[in-house]
């Protein structure tokens, strides 16, 4: 594989090829600052590519590590409040004013990792494979694992959501991590559907690490807040955060891919808590599920599961633990009840009888009681029937999160099922010389809005390069008629002088590249031959033009 012909967006080798024929990329653009320049190395080793996302605390790449021949993922720190780079430097400069938070947070940034790196293992993680220091900041890189992100992967699906033995498949791996993670101190604080990845394995792993103080309201950075998945106290408003913060963020990323849309966001709630679970999803949800769905999705922390290992109980409850989980009731240890007093033999034995009969029925009905209760009660809070109104008296209208449809097939999306249930769907055409036929330039809504059902989104549709053809007959016209007749027909001029012996009137065209007749696309290239100007001849000197007079002397 020859380095060099990488294409710096997916990392396929190119054949000389100005776009990419893998993913589109062309090969000319350029990497804004603060980023690193493309193809700048990291570490000695590894060749830096396309930046896919940032936030205030770092960015990260795509990268290929031309040692063991595999594309890899590079976060980098770079606070970009804190710093400056210059286009094409590689050099961090930090800003005087932040120079000590800026090695605060560093020393953070690599803590992270580096514990990270310490449990590559982990089945939902994808393996740190380096950390670097270098150009004043530092690197963590990890595997590429190809895969695509759980928004996408349900907007992609044929329903838009799952059931639960789908989703137990899915997410109850990632509980065991998350469980390992937090009892290390790393709090994720971001978990959303975006930067939770399904492999070609069917696996489920969490991306999308940054420093805690990059996402809760309150410090000098500017908080990265998912709405619909953040909890309340992240947004500084007097609660503390901790394991129940990732408790509240799983959650609802998990009621996203059982019911198919975003929760009503926290903040939101705290006013007028409208989020419920609609019958027709209800009636297929486990209801211990339910159960811990309510308990995970409480606003006030004080009244939610208060860590992992309580949840992975609660979404693998048996009866008994429903009951006691609905109940709010715990049974005290078998040393502090209280003890009868010992009777006779015979009546022991009767009354054992007896007594077995009695308690067994008492126990049955007080299962049924606190069952029934419990199902009251989560249906009351939690779920109602489709279009049934909230305790607020208001209808409960269905919301959807908005796709990024950008580069699909219109025609896919058109016919699709679930996003015609969801979303009013027009479209207009444009061409596009850089985006395929029938495929969407953009979108009216910003991919993530959340919207009512039934809100149209307009497409705009590639129609294809427009063509144009270059016209006959302007070979031996001056440059001057023959530029502005190209560009008024949507051509880029690059005018060409050729070297005139004097034999050629300057300024005529002699020849155009493509030529005449051909057919280019809208805002090609076309070069224009023209001859230049001849060259000046030495002008005739009142010495060289006077005859000498005394040249009849001589016979001159």
């Not at 590079?74 to 938070?101: C, H, M, S």
Request: overall charge negative.
């Amino acid at each position: 594989m020859n380095i060099d012909n990488l294409c710096m967006n997916c990392m396929q080798e190119l054949h000389g090829e100005k776009q990419c024929p893998n993913c589109g990329y062309y090969i000319d653009s350029p990497q804004i600052s603060p980023y690193l320049p493309l193809r700048t190395t990291v570490g000695g080793k590894y060749i830096i590519g396309k930046m896919l996302s940032s936030n205030s605390e770092g960015a990260s790449y795509i990268a290929f590590d031309f040692e063991r021949k595999t594309p890899v993922m590079i976060r980098e720190y770079l606070p970009d409040k804190f710093i400056e780079r210059g286009f094409g430097e590689t050099e961090v400069t930090i800003r005087a004013q932040w120079n000590d938070i800026y090695y605060i947070y560093l020393k953070k940034f690599l803590d992270m990792w580096r514990r990270l790196a310490r449990v590559r293992g982990l089945s939902a993680l994808i393996p740190v494979i380096d950390i670097i220091e270098e150009n004043n900041t530092a690197y963590a890189v990890t595997e590429y694992i190809e895969s695509i992100s759980l928004r996408e992967f349900l907007l992609k699906s044929s329903t838009g959501y799952l059931n639960w033995e789908k989703a137990k498949v899915l997410f109850m791996p990632v509980l065991s991590t998350l469980s390992t993670l937090h009892s290390m101190g790393i709090i994720h604080y971001g978990l959303n559907p975006d930067n939770m990845l399904i492999g070609r394995d069917g696996k489920l792993r969490i991306s999308g690490f940054s420093i805690s103080e990059a996402r809760i309201e309150g410090f000098e950075l500017s908080p990265e807040l998912f709405e619909g998945y953040t909890p309340i106290e992240q947004y500084s408003y007097g609660y503390e955060e901790g394991a129940w913060s990732d408790v509240y963020s799983f959650c609802a990323v998990l009621y996203r891919a059982l019911v198919g849309t975003v929760p009503q966001d926290a903040v939101s709630r705290s006013v007028n808590d409208r989020l419920i679970i609609p019958a027709r999803y209800a009636e297929i949800i486990p209801v211990y599920v339910i159960n811990a769905l309510m308990n995970g999705l409480q606003v006030d922390p004080a009244e939610r599961t208060g860590d992992i290992e309580s949840l992975r109980e609660e979404l693998s409850a048996t009866p008994g633990n429903v009951v006691s989980s609905f109940s709010g009731v715990n049974a005290p240890p078998a040393e502090e009840r209280p003890k009868a007093q010992a009777a006779p033999a015979e009546e022991q034995q009767s009354s054992s009888s007896t007594g077995k009969i009695i308690l067994i029925t008492f126990l049955i009905c007080l299962g049924i009681g606190l069952l029934a209760f419990a199902g009251y009660m989560a249906y009351d809070k939690f779920v109602k029937p489709a279009g049934e109104p909230s305790q607020s008296n208001q209808e409960e209208v269905a919301t959807f999160e908005v796709g990024n449809f950008v580069n699909e097939s219109y025609t896919l999306i058109a016919s699709n099922t679930v996003q015609n249930e969801r979303f009013k769907i027009s479209s207009t055409m444009e061409y596009s010389s850089t985006v395929p036929e029938g495929y969407i330039i953009s979108q009216s809504i910003e991919p993530g809005t959340i919207v009512p059902m039934g809100t149209e989104i307009t497409f705009v549709v590639s129609k294809g390069p427009e063509y144009v053809v270059i016209p006959s007959g302007i070979v031996g016209e001056m440059s001057v008629f023959v530029e502005q007749q190209l560009k008024d027909a949507g051509l880029t001029v690059k005018v060409v002088e050729k070297s005139n012996d004097g034999s050629h009137e300057e300024g005529v065209v002699y020849g155009v590249s493509p030529g005449e007749g051909t057919k280019v696309i809208k805002g090609s290239e076309v070069y224009v031959q023209v001859w230049g100007a001849p060259p000046e001849t030495e002008p005739e000197t009142e010495e060289s033009t006077t005859k000498n007079p005394f040249d009849f002397i001589f016979g001159g």
